[in-house]
């Protein structure tokens, strides 16, 4: 872990003639890489004390939670539990009614709606669950991609091409089909065309939201191995919220387990999936092994 989380992100060479997609690494061991060493390094991003009620409803109860440079950090949970709003709530989408999230020293609940977007264009990306929400649909897959790298200040048409031709092979779909719109496409190719899009300008920290979501099972294992690749590739810190128990346990080196709005157990993905220690968690686990 120590090694891919030093690393600063960088532009990955196109596949060369032959080469098929993604290259996976070699997975993970029990407790190796699972966050060694993240303690000692600044956060990339800290929350204390987010609180949120809707009505009578404690959406989140005095939530804290710390990002990491290249961690993968998984919200677990059932319906209702609160984590998608503790990630829209992180990414400026949503205001708490209390609490402080800041990036990089920056205070992100004070940040104008301009800073807030230009942040959201560069440093960070958001991948929605339903890819339509991520996408411009009347677009072409190619200007989706482009449209990104333009609003970080590109402008050489070529260039745009070729980079968004990369990254349409980068995400496994068939860069001959740039000039179609994204309604074309299957859902899981939106998926991975709303994650090219996502990545283009090579953020510092992603926020997903059910990416799996509604898509076929042999889809999903399909996607989870690529974006297991790019993180790792990249370096990307991620916020990931899933249902998910078997995508966290890939993708995640910590995860947090949530009810009711609050934090019931965090810890090592390792060690809260193998050892789980409050009865919800413990429930979770055992759905998944029933």
Same mark, same amino acid.
């Given at each position: 872990m120590n090694e891919r989380s030093s690393k600063t992100p960088h532009p990955i060479p196109p596949p060369q003639a032959g080469e098929g997609g993604a290259h996976l690494p070699p997975p993970l061991l029990?407790? $190796?890489?699972?966050?060694?060493?993240?303690?000692?390094?600044?956060?990339l991003l800290t929350a204390r004390d987010l609180t949120l009620r809707f009505g009578r409803i404690a959406a989140l109860d005095s939530v804290d939670i710390d990002i990491h440079p290249g961690e993968v950090v998984a919200i677990v949970g059932e319906s209702g539990s609160g984590k998608t709003t503790l990630l829209r709530v992180l990414s400026g989408l949503m205001r708490p009614d209390a609490g402080e999230v800041s990036y990089l020293g920056q205070d992100v609940l004070g940040m104008t709606e301009a800073a807030r977007r230009r942040l959201m264009r560069? $440093?960070?990306g958001f991948v929605h669950q339903n890819p339509r929400d991520g996408l411009r649909m009347a677009v072409s897959a190619g200007g989706n991609i482009g449209e990104r790298l333009m609003a970080t200040g590109a402008r050489h048409y070529g260039n745009i091409r070729d980079q968004a031709a990369h990254w349409l092979t980068r995400v496994e779909i068939d860069p001959t089909r740039m000039d179609e719109v994204p309604a074309k496409f299957s859902g899981g190719m939106q998926q991975r065309l709303q994650i090219a899009r996502t990545l283009v300008t090579l953020p510092k920290l992603v926020f997903?939201? $059910?990416?799996t979501g509604g898509l076929d099972v042999s889809v999903q294992a399909r996607l989870l191995d690529l974006i297991r690749a790019l993180v790792a590739d990249l370096g990307l810190a991620v916020l990931i919220v899933t249902h998910d128990i078997a995508a966290a346990r890939l993708l995640a080196h910590r995860m947090l387990v949530m009810r009711h709005g609050v934090v019931v157990e965090s810890g090592l993905t390792d060690r809260v999936l193998d050892d789980p220690q409050h009865p919800y968690t413990q429930l979770? @686990?055992?759905? @998944?092994?029933?």
């Open positions: 029990a407790g $190796e890489g699972r966050g060694g060493g993240l303690a000692a390094q600044t956060p560069t $440093e960070w997903m939201d $059910e990416p979770l @686990v055992s759905s @998944v092994l029933a």
